[in-house]
Every structure is written in structure tokens, then in C-alpha cells.
């Protein structure tokens, strides 16, 4: 890893952010809008630029490429939802994603209310009960990332 040293303070004012009213154009039907699927892919590419920029560097700032896959059936769904739930424990940040506060588990088995489709994600795993005994098993990480193909 390589700890940088030399980073110069931004100054926010001389950045102009700001957004534009589409409805005002003549034409705002003909205005580039990104896809929604690649508004990460063009936060992290601006970041990278940033950072590279700024730094002197040049290359990838991420430790591997992010890579996407469809979920294609509900059994995948419901690994792929034990498995990111399920990724602050392995590294031991806490032992339980009910421990991790950055986590949408805490959502899930809430009775808050929320924008999270709460009903839809209990329903995958046919109740409360059962979401909350699946995250209680141990998950072995090795085998759902080879079986993720991550």
C-alpha cells in the first residue's frame, strides 16, 4: 500500500457545482443524460481521474475491477443478499450484521418506516423468522464467492 504524503488542500470555492434547469432549453429531449446503470461507473472514473491528477499518478485505484452479474433466479437472490449482509463480519468489524450500522439488516427486520421494499425482501425468505435464522448460520465466504463467481 502506499501512504501519500504530499496531497494539497482543494479549494471548494474555486469549483463551480451546480445544476441546470432542462426545462427551460428548447430542446432538453437532445441533452445527454447517462443511463442509470452507469452513474457509479462514472462516479469512480471522475474519482480516479481526481485522484490521479492530483497526485501524480496514473493507473487503477482500486485494489480489482468492479464486475457485475445479472441475479437471474431467487436462490441467487438470497445468497447474494446473505453474502452483503454478511461481508463486515468476515473481515471482523463486528460478528453479527445486526452490529453493523451501515447495513440495510437492521432495516429489514425493522418496523420504521422506510423506502426499503421491506416485504419484498422478508418474502424471499418466506418470513422474519427465517431471514433472521439465515443470517445466523455461518457463512462460509470461500464457497459463496466461488459460487458468486467474484
Not at 463480519?89 to 450484521?97: E, L, R
Request: proline share 6%.
Amino acid at each position: 500500500m502506499r501512504v501519500i504524503t504530499d496531497i494539497k488542500p482543494v479549494r471548494f470555492e474555486e469549483h463551480k457545482w451546480g445544476t441546470a434547469d432542462l426545462s427551460a432549453c428548447e430542446t432538453p429531449d437532445r441533452v445527454k443524460k447517462p443511463t442509470q446503470h452507469l452513474h457509479f461507473s462514472h462516479l469512480m472514473n471522475a474519482y480516479a481521474k481526481y485522484f490521479n491528477k492530483r497526485t501524480g499518478r496514473h493507473g487503477n485505484q482500486f485494489e480489482r475491477p468492479f464486475k457485475r452479474k445479472i441475479i437471474d433466479n431467487e436462490r441467487y437472490l438470497k445468497q447474494v443478499i446473505l453474502y452483503i449482509h454478511n461481508n463486515p463480519v468476515h473481515p471482523g468489524f463486528c460478528t453479527h450484521p445486526m452490529e453493523y450500522p451501515w447495513s440495510n439488516y437492521l432495516t429489514c427486520i425493522s418496523v420504521k418506516p422506510t423506502k426499503l421494499c421491506r416485504d419484498s425482501v422478508i418474502g424471499w425468505f418466506d418470513d422474519k423468522a427465517n431471514f433472521k435464522y439465515m443470517h445466523d448460520q455461518k457463512v462460509k465466504v470461500e464457497q459463496i464467492e466461488h459460487w458468486l463467481k467474484v
